[in-house]
């Protein structure tokens, strides 16, 4: 079965710290799509990052950087020197390709950070 | 490119009256739109999958009677929640792909808030 657990439903962090967001999923696909969205205050999604089963590589993009280990079924999200901006719901989501759907997402069920000044 | 909306932004209406919520892609034409309901506090709940010219496809538990979608063209789809009432209060978002693999991207709509009195 298809799942995506995001154990911390909350984090409270200073400005600047480091933080990391966990994501752990579950399938049977051999070939599947992992998502992370940003939900702020306004409730619109903000997609940041796509990442398929077959590429490993860990990527970074400014302050933001992910690791996805297949070993451990995880893709985790971290955010160096953390901003009040930053603040949001994030999303973890998985898309199974055997769906083709256009892209079914499930997705885990957030965590909301708090950076305080 | 690839913006998504939905009108209205906040509906409140009053209960047993049906509300109509519009999703459309602005610059993109859609194969396939999705609908989620968010309670607060809580995940996206995908509620049904359409694709443009057939029947939707709903989830399990969703009623397909009690959320009418209609995806009319490539770049409109509708949501009517009929006879509402308080316990359909919630956030509805919406979002369509380009595509109907898994790997196609969803772009998400801002949502829209409803209240049922």
């Known amino acids: 079965a298809q799942k995506v657990t995001q154990a911390q439903t909350e984090i409270s962090v200073v400005e600047k710290e480091d933080v990391t967001l966990d994501c752990v999923y579950e399938t049977r696909d051999t070939t599947y799509y992992l998502f992370w969205y940003k939900q702020p205050p306004s409730g619109e999604l903000v997609f940041l990052i796509r990442r398929n089963s077959f590429d490993e590589q860990n990527e970074i993009s400014g302050r933001y950087s992910w690791n996805f280990q297949k070993s451990t079924s995880s893709f985790n999200f971290t955010i160096t020197a953390s901003q009040v901006v930053d603040s949001a719901v994030y999303f973890c989501a998985l898309s199974e390709a055997s769906r083709n759907q256009g892209g079914k997402l499930i997705f885990g069920q957030g965590t909301e950070l708090s950076v305080k000044p | 490119g690839a913006v998504v909306s939905q009108h209205p932004s906040r509906v409140i209406c009053k209960s047993g009256t049906s509300v109509k919520i519009e999703c459309r892609s602005l610059d993109f034409q859609a194969t396939t739109m999705f609908w989620y309901r968010q309670f607060p506090k809580q995940s996206l709940m995908l509620m049904a999958t359409?694709?443009?010219?057939?029947?939707?496809?709903?989830e399990q538990g969703v009623e397909k009677d009690k959320f009418l979608i209609n995806h009319a063209s490539l770049t409109l789809s509708t949501l009517t929640v009929t006879s509402a009432h308080p316990e359909d209060s919630s956030f509805y978002i919406c979002s369509a792909s380009k595509g109907i693999l898994s790997y196609n991207e969803q772009f998400f709509g801002p949502g829209t808030r409803l209240t049922v009195l």
């Open positions: 359409s694709n443009e010219g057939s029947k939707a496809t709903y």
